[in-house]
């Protein structure tokens, strides 16, 4: 990128040398779809959901995933609209330099880098674990080393290697949810081997709440978890095709994905597991099947071999978000390098597209993997996944943020959104919405972490549970000290709106745009109801 004027300001030339990043753009529209409908249903949905529904209950459970995931929507709108404008390198994570701050940036960069990069051993260690579901003689060690060289091989292809895999991985999960629904459906009208009418009777003995307004609280957290993955689709859209047409499809996927998988998921399994169930308190570990109320449901219902099929669609989910990880910290890393947040050589992108430096940079940290044959692997995944914990609740409402701050820059220079390709369904107000209600989320853990449900305040639980602000904290005075930049946020009138767009041409991009809504609205009304959800 020698050709970048040297007079211009740092944030000026890292929106360059994004724009100009040769990433290859070999995601086709199949593939954003499967990413967007399932790459974030992982463990957070088919183990993660039995402790939210002991601490909180059935009801806790609904209503935590159901405003979480009201802001989710919102969210991935909100992104939506920015990636479809600006499908750069590093999509959100050079958003929060160009519409917040330098600073801000810096520290929300590397805040999701190590999110990733925590997350592929902890995936790994998961995936060799859910193996133990039906033997646990052989060890884990083993398991790592064979899920270690399945991801490296899926990544050795690029992004297309990504798309094809969680293509089918994410085909596989919805099949799974699909098939769950279906026969929780049954089982709830007493079609089970056992038979006999279930109804809601778990609601009314044990009851709806478990344990009050600090059980809802604690529920948050979890639902919070359960959706991480869902901006990756934005991510991606620097690698696709064509953004225009591929991302608005996939970002409007995310409220089938909310209603169909989590909300009926969550329903039924409040309808079929009680929240005092000893066997949610069992699990071991995040991906232990045995802790899975999907599991448990079956295995009340007194079904044999759908367990181990639940259990292999769970090693698959964890295998997912492994592969994922290393595509998002791969990213991440590629974009510091073009923001100069990070050495020149972590942006080195080959020939075929792929950011080989931040590749191997998070596969080398994935080693840590085999901490899995260490006595204190225990401890040490805990504090690893304590520093990144609430990661993506920072980074959602960053997204939210910036996507205020550019509506608000389009309008001081009295430009509408006649100009956007797509624009949030949600609006603006739907982006204070999800600013609101991440601050919400964070204000809940703070309380669930120095008051934990059934424990007294401890210094140790509160850390593991609230590690990601100091560490935040210390990347912002780490970035002060480097840069001297004591900017808080850029003024709405200076910032770009322009650099990075595809289509440069806005009179030509109005005319299309109109021309596409005049055939939409000159088209039936059920056709019309299908393109605005789907």
Request: proline share 4%.
């Amino acid at each position: 990128m020698s050709d970048v004027d040297p007079n211009l300001s740092d944030v000026e030339k890292a929106n360059i040398r994004s724009a100009r990043v040769p990433l290859k753009r070999s995601l086709k529209n199949r593939h954003l779809q499967m990413i967007a409908i399932g790459g974030s249903i992982g463990t957070g949905l088919f183990v993660g959901s039995g402790g939210a529904l002991s601490s909180g209950g059935p009801a806790a459970l609904l209503i935590g995933w159901i405003l979480t995931g009201i802001m989710m929507y919102c969210t991935v709108q909100a992104l939506g609209e920015l990636a479809v404008t600006f499908p750069v390198s590093g999509s959100f994570v050079q958003y929060n330099t160009r519409f917040i701050s330098a600073p801000w940036g810096f520290c929300m960069a590397y805040n999701y880098a190590m999110q990733w990069l925590v997350v592929l051993p902890l995936e790994l260690v998961a995936a060799a674990m859910t193996i133990n579901y039906w033997n646990s003689t052989i060890n884990s060690a083993a398991w790592v080393v064979i899920f270690y060289v399945v991801v490296v091989f899926i990544n050795f292809f690029g992004v297309k290697g990504y798309g094809e895999a969680e293509f089918l991985f994410s085909i596989i999960k919805v099949i799974a949810v699909i098939g769950f629904i279906i026969l929780g459906i049954v089982l709830v009208c007493g079609g089970g081997p056992h038979g006999g009418y279930m109804g809601g009777k778990y609601w009314h003995k044990p009851g709806a709440f478990s344990h009050g307004f600090h059980g809802v609280c604690s529920v948050f957290v979890t639902a919070a978890f359960s959706f991480s993955g869902t901006e990756l689709a934005g991510l991606a859209a620097a690698e696709t095709e064509n953004p225009r047409k591929s991302l608005p499809s996939a970002t409007k996927q995310v409220f089938w994905r909310i209603t169909l998988f989590y909300i009926i998921c969550l329903t039924l399994i409040g309808l079929l597991v009680p929240y005092n169930d000893p066997k949610l308190l069992n699990g071991t570990s995040s991906a232990d099947a045995k802790a899975s109320p999907f599991v448990i449901a079956i295995v009340n219902a007194g079904i044999s071999g759908l367990p181990s099929v639940m259990n292999v669609v769970i090693m698959i989910a964890v295998l997912s978000v492994g592969n994922s990880a290393v595509f998002g910290c791969s990213r991440t890393i590629a974009s510091l390098a073009d923001m100069g947040m990070a050495p020149k050589i972590c942006g080195y992108i080959d020939r075929e597209g792929r950011p080989l430096v931040g590749v191997g940079i998070t596969l080398v940290v994935g080693l840590l993997c085999f901490l899995a044959a260490s006595p204190k692997q225990g401890e040490v995944f805990t504090w690893l996944l304590a520093l990144s914990g609430l990661s993506s609740v920072f980074t959602w409402g960053s997204i939210c943020f910036c996507h205020i701050r550019f509506r608000r820059a389009l309008a001081l220079r009295g430009r509408g959104t006649d100009e956007l390709s797509f624009t949030s369904q949600c609006g603006i107000y739907g982006s204070w919405f999800g600013v609101l209600m991440n601050i919400l989320i964070l204000i809940a853990q703070f309380y669930v972490a120095l008051f934990p449900i059934g424990g007294k305040p401890n210094a140790k639980g509160f850390f593991e549970a609230y590690l990601t602000v100091p560490v935040l904290i210390f990347f912002y005075v780490v970035y002060l000290a480097w840069k001297r930049d004591f900017t808080i946020f850029y003024r709405a009138k200076d910032l770009d709106v322009d650099l990075g767009r595809r289509e440069v041409d806005l009179e030509l991009l109005k005319e299309e745009i109109a021309e596409e809504k005049a055939f939409i609205a000159s088209k039936p009304y059920y056709y019309r109801v299908y393109r605005f959800w789907c």
